[in-house]
Structures are given as C-alpha cells and as structure tokens.
C-alpha cells in the first residue's frame, strides 16, 4: 500500500528566512505524481507545487522549490523568503498516474513569526 | 472561473441522526471527490467519480455512508445514522480528467463542509 509519511508536525520559521519541509512516500509503482498542498485555517486546500515522478528536474513556483529524490522516495519543499501568509498546515500528497485519488500525509504546521 | 462549491460551512447534530453535504464542481471538470479529513490527519478519499459513475468507494463505510452523482454535476454525500466518528471536515475535489492517467489531473478543493457529532 502506498504511503506518506511527514516526520515534522510543526514547524517555525522567522520572516523572509527559508525553511524546508520533509516528506518520505513508499510505492512500488514508477508512474505517479506528488503534490504539496497548503491548507490554511480557512480549510480551503490550495495547492503549491506538483512533481511528475518521470521528471528529473525538481519543480519551482515562485518562493516554492521541492527536493525530489526518486530513489530515496523522498519529496521536500523548501518555502523561500517566508511570508506571514505561508503560515498554514502544508500537506504532501501521492497520486498513483493510474488512480487520481490522493493519498495524504499527516501535515506539517507552519508557523512564520515576524 | 468559480470554484467548487460546497454548503453547508457547518453542520452540528446528535449521533444516529442523518446529514447531508452538497458539492458542486468546476464547471467541465468530469471527475469529482469526496474526502474526510478527521482532526489533526490529511484528507482520505472516501468516493471517486468520474461523471455519473463510481471509479473508486472501496473506503467508503457502506452502512451508514452513500454518495450520488445522478447527472454527472452536481453530488450528494450522505450519513445515516452519524456515529461520533464521523466529526470530520468533508472536502469536496475535482478535476478535469476523464480517464488515461487522472493523476496527471490537479484537483482543486471547496472550502469543506465541518460536521461536528453531538
């Protein structure tokens, strides 16, 4: 069965300093795809960033890179030049090609403190 | 373009009575989700459709729980009778794909609906 595991369930980061959030996944399959997502108190789930695993070259949007390292099964986001409007709960999240259904982790709250 | 929709915000009732939540797409989006998200966890899917049929409910709790999509649209998510597990945020997703690899396919959310069990 396939799985996500994030290690951190908080985390905090002062203004426009850089963090990274973890996120390991286990599945034997080589077509999928991963996504963070980003959830703020209003629920809404808003997302961030989407990595096609067939692709070597890690993702970027804007202030938001990730580190995917296939091998290692290993998915990280590193948010750049933190915002107060980063503060939020950020999901890592598998989808196998195939399926389309989501499987998320358990969450990983950050906090930007001014 | 509008989001998805999904209503109520908030629903507050005794164990053993009955809910019902809406959800209503982005317009042409063919696939549509339904998932729980229990306090404190990520989202698990609970149905998959891709226009009016089911691709996927193998977890949803087919006793109390059921889910239509009649016209392909619109969907309706059940619970009957609610027990004290259920106090949850239900999200509602969807996406454009209609088969071939849906991963591929980002889902976008509606802002949930947040049950709580008395």
């Known amino acids: 069965a396939q799985t996500v595991t994030q290690s951190q369930p908080e985390m905090s980061v002062q203004e426009a300093e850089t963090v990274t959030l973890s996120c390991t996944y286990d599945?034997?399959?080589?077509?999928?795809?991963l996504f963070w997502y980003k959830q703020p108190p209003s629920r809404q789930m808003i997302l961030v960033i989407r990595q096609e695993a067939y692709k070597q070259q890690n993702a970027t949007e804007n202030r938001f890179s990730v580190n995917f390292q296939k091998a290692a099964k290993s998915f990280s986001l590193k948010i750049s030049d933190s915002q107060l409007g980063d503060t939020a709960m950020y999901f890592c999240?598998?989808?196998?090609?195939?399926?389309?259904?989501?499987?998320f982790g358990k969450g990983t709250k950050l906090s930007v403190k001014p | 373009e509008a989001g998805v929709a999904q209503s109520p915000r908030y629903k507050i009732i005794e164990k053993r009575q009955s809910v019902a939540f809406w959800c209503n797409p982005i317009?042409?989006?063919?696939?549509l989700y339904w998932y729980q998200q229990i306090l404190g966890q990520g989202p698990k899917l609970l149905i998959q459709f891709q226009n009016n049929g089911v691709v996927d409910d193998s977890q949803l709790p087919k006793d109390r729980f059921s889910a239509e999509r009649l016209k392909g649209v619109d969907s309706t998510l059940k619970i009957q009778p609610a027990k004290l597990e259920d106090s949850a945020v239900y999200l509602c997703?969807?996406?454009f794909g209609t088969g071939g690899s849906p991963g591929n396919q980002p889902q976008h959310f509606g802002d949930g609906t947040r049950l709580s069990i008395l």
């Open positions: 317009s042409g989006h063919a696939t």
């Open positions: 999240a598998f989808t196998e090609g195939s399926q389309g259904n989501l499987i």
């Open positions: 997703a969807s996406s």
């Open positions: 599945t034997s399959e080589n077509n999928y795809y």
